[in-house]
């Protein structure tokens, strides 16, 4: 096992339970597992790495994300769209795509994660065409392996295409049964609940409109069988509360709770439009949330309420969605964009710059169930993220590292990025992969989508 030793950061923020800062720290890293955090480590290591003038974080935790849509980034006619016209569009684009594709795309955005400081992803792959159903989740699972990210994969769903009223065409739904026995099968093979697991499954329908209410309540009696996490889309929308209301009578969180889908192993995806007793109910159920700030500006869905969440402690982590509603990977954008959104209408004071990182880290983590990541601290595993502020961009604002980065960051790749003990970025370079050859290969991929799409000849 390999002793990694980190020396002379200007700051190790370490997020644990007293929310230490350590100026002038060292980290000690004894294969997948942190041993230490203080000034002046005198210890043997395999590697000892100056990071004078670096901030040390823990990795950024991504609690929501649809890989395979880096293929269609800012498509034109998309552009301005809101989420259902968005999601029409898209989806007789995304009916194309293959296996292959798929996997060019996940190597694509996991690896703009490494690179903005991101150790740990979840990702909703919900989309299955006709003839590649059985491969597309396993080139998810290998990409994360691949470039050494911990990814927590959910098995997404959708059963009510146009014939039946839903959105999507029916040539990318499935039936019911196939996707619980596919959904038990995922599991089966890629579900790893050991501590410092690399991959951790979920299941997830894609929306309350896009399933049955019978597939909600089975998919969460399936997940519960196994002892997985469930996820899902709610409240990112006015029309997807009209939507619930005209056809169930219901508020989203209502209808959520009344096919049992609120709780301690929940987390929605967005939630921009709650009332306070909806925050509340959250907040009683341990039910977790993904806010997702920048896909929320770019799609005008809103402003999620998250200060208020977090004053009624309800879970939540930082998402940066699906690459066409984000257009980028990119999670420390995230969290500028997090830190600075909050203040309109809630006031300048409603979300500080450590808040922002508690969300990205220990919240991240709490919201895909893991007390194993989210912290730098003797026991958590070794995953952070060390950004380099001696540039210019960060002149006249080191005397307060953290705020830094969010304020001030003009350079969103990190320095050096360990995932389970492992270096997998250095000098701003993934090291497992040809960052290059990922692009050359996303842009060809891309390509033939979108030329099998007819979007380009």
């Known amino acids: 096992m390999t002793r990694l030793l980190l020396k002379n950061a200007l700051l190790v923020a370490t997020q644990d339970e007293q929310l230490k800062e350590v100026p002038g720290g060292d980290v000690l890293i004894d294969g997948q597992v942190i041993c230490e955090i203080k000034k002046n480590i005198e210890a043997p290591a395999d590697e000892t790495i100056d990071v004078s003038g670096c901030l040390v974080v823990p990795g950024f935790v991504n609690t929501h994300h649809h890989l395979y849509q880096v293929l269609t980034r800012n498509l034109r006619k998309s552009q301005d769209a809101k989420l259902f016209d968005w999601l029409v569009y898209h989806y007789d684009v995304w009916r194309h795509i293959s296996a292959s594709e798929v996997r060019a795309a996940a190597q694509a955005g996991l690896g703009e994660l490494l690179l903005s400081g991101c150790t740990c992803s979840a990702d909703h792959h919900y989309l299955f065409p006709d003839g590649v159903e059985d491969d597309l989740f396993e080139v998810e699972v290998q990409a994360a392996a691949e470039l050494g990210i911990r990814l927590q994969p959910t098995r997404g769903s959708m059963s009510l295409g146009k014939s039946k009223g839903g959105l999507p065409p029916d040539s990318v739904i499935q039936t019911e049964d196939k996707i619980l026995k596919d959904s038990q099968r995922v599991i089966e093979k890629f579900h790893d609940p050991a501590e410092f697991s690399m991959c951790r499954v979920a299941l997830a329908p894609c929306s309350p409109f896009s399933v049955s209410d019978e597939l909600m309540r089975q998919t969460a009696e399936l997940a519960r069988q196994h002892g997985v996490r469930l996820h899902t889309h709610l409240a990112e929308t006015l029309d997807e509360e009209n939507f619930c209301i005209e056809r169930f009578g219901k508020r989203p ?11 301690p192993d929940v ?8 009332n306070q007793a909806e925050i509340q109910k959250l907040s009683e159920t341990g039910t977790g949330v993904a806010h997702c700030p920048v896909s929320n500006l770019r799609l005008g869905s809103g ?4 200060p208020q969440m977090l004053q009624a402690k309800v879970p939540v982590g930082l998402a940066v969605d699906g690459s066409a509603s984000n257009d980028s990977s990119n999670m ?20 500080p710059a450590r808040t922002v990182l508690q969300i990205a880290t220990r919240g991240g983590a709490r919201v895909l169930g893991r007390d194993d990541i989210g912290c730098l601290a003797p026991g958590q595993a070794a995953d952070l993220a060390v950004f380099d502020l001696q540039g210019l961009a960060y002149s006249g604002a080191r005397h307060d590292p953290v705020a830094a980065l969010l304020f001030c960051g003009l350079d969103l790749r990190a320095q050096i990025v360990i995932v389970n003990g492992e270096l997998v970025v250095r000098d701003k370079q993934l090291i497992r992969v040809d960052e290059n050859q990922i692009s050359v290969q996303a842009d060809r991929a891309s390509q033939r989508l979108l030329q099998a799409a007819g979007v380009i000849s």
Not at 256 to 261: I, N, P, S
Not at 267 to 274: E, G, N, P, Q, R
């Open 253 to 263: 969180v209502a209808y959520a709770e009344e096919l049992g889908w609120l709780g």
């Open 267 to 274: 987390w929605f995806a967005h939630c921009v439009h709650l």
């Open 303 to 306: 402003i999620a309420p998250v």
């Open 332 to 351: 420390l954008r995230e969290l500028q964009t997090a830190l600075l959104i909050h203040r309109v209408g809630t006031g300048v004071e409603a979300m």
